[in-house]
């Protein structure tokens, strides 16, 4: 039997009951005993991390503009807004997030992903690390840029840190093109994944070592000790031509997540089957005690349930 699998509470969501990226959300996974929990952290122009996926204020609040050229103060007085209303639900920084974490009494890990909307200089990613020192137990940095995380492990030896390769390698449709962002992978190789690596430009050999070849060049941009956070659908898709990505980062002593899936998919629920068959670490969905609940009764795994 695999060992229990971790269920992350995406955008410390649980079950559409908060906007995602809310205070009062994280509050109510945290008082549910939940064990993971992600939030997005952009940086704001004066140091501080705003709790917010998108790069533009008025993708997710009511105010208007790029994140990154606000302060804390003047993103003070903006609301959080949800299913195309405004809520009652502050903007929330990363300290008030943390100052949360930092009072509860059971072990925990918050999980900030940070996004790359703006460059990730040394002034930014040191005053990220000052601000996690009091609590960097129970936090875990992630994010898509790789350059980042590096800089990050050299700042700080010791701090949690986790990888998503997703802008080397991805499996059409191109989950950017979904969103109507413009991010790399931009060129589908010949292997039909979205790849601008010179591994992916014709077809040299089998795809099972195509693949096994841009896993360990992706391991080597990733920085020691991380946690892989890989998209569900490609982690199946390489899986399904011969190559099993979650064996190999197991070999060289790496955890893998598979993002997002939710119990409310049919799809994503034979998904998150599969995937815990073939030994996934952690799984992040919008619903934990749901799809805990969906899969202790189909597969037979034990979950850490929240």
Excluded at 56 to 63: D, R, S, V
Aim: with cysteine.
């Amino acid at each position: 039997m695999n060992p229990p699998v971790l269920l992350i509470h995406h955008a410390a969501n649980r079950g559409d009951s908060h906007p995602p990226n809310s205070i009062r959300g994280l509050q109510a996974c945290l008082d549910a005993g939940a064990r993971a929990i992600e939030v997005d952290i952009s940086p704001l122009a004066d140091g501080h991390f705003l709790l917010l996926h998108d790069r533009l204020l008025e993708h997710n609040t009511t105010g208007r503009g790029l994140v990154s050229a606000h302060t804390a103060d003047q993103v003070s007085d903006l609301y959080l807004t949800w299913q195309g209303a405004v809520t009652g639900e502050p903007v929330a920084l990363l300290s008030q997030a943390l100052d949360l974490v930092s009072r509860h009494p059971h072990p925990i890990e918050l999980q900030l992903d940070l996004k790359p909307h703006t460059p990730l200089n040394d002034g930014v990613l040191s005053r990220l690390v000052d601000t996690l020192q009091p609590v960097k137990d129970r936090v875990r940095v992630t994010s898509l840029a790789d350059w980042a995380l590096r800089h990050l492990r050299a700042l700080d030896a010791d701090l949690p840190l986790g990888f998503d390769p997703l802008f080397y390698l991805d499996v059409g449709p191109r989950l950017a093109l979904e969103r109507g962002l413009s991010a790399p992978p931009f060129r589908q190789g010949a292997y039909g994944y979205w790849d601008d690596h010179p591994l992916g430009t014709y077809r040299w050999g089998e795809t099972a070592d195509y693949l096994a070849a841009r896993a360990e060049a992706l391991w080597a941009q990733a920085p020691s000790g991380a946690v892989w956070y890989i998209r569900a659908r490609l982690l199946a898709h390489v899986l399904e031509a011969g190559f099993d990505w979650v064996a190999d980062l197991h070999s060289r002593g790496a955890q893998v997540a598979a993002w997002t899936l939710n119990a409310n998919h049919p799809a994503d629920v034979e998904l998150a089957r599969q995937l815990t068959a073939v030994g996934v670490d952690r799984i992040t969905t919008d619903d934990a005690p749901t799809l805990a609940q969906v899969l202790a009764t189909e597969v037979a795994t034990t979950f850490h349930r929240f």
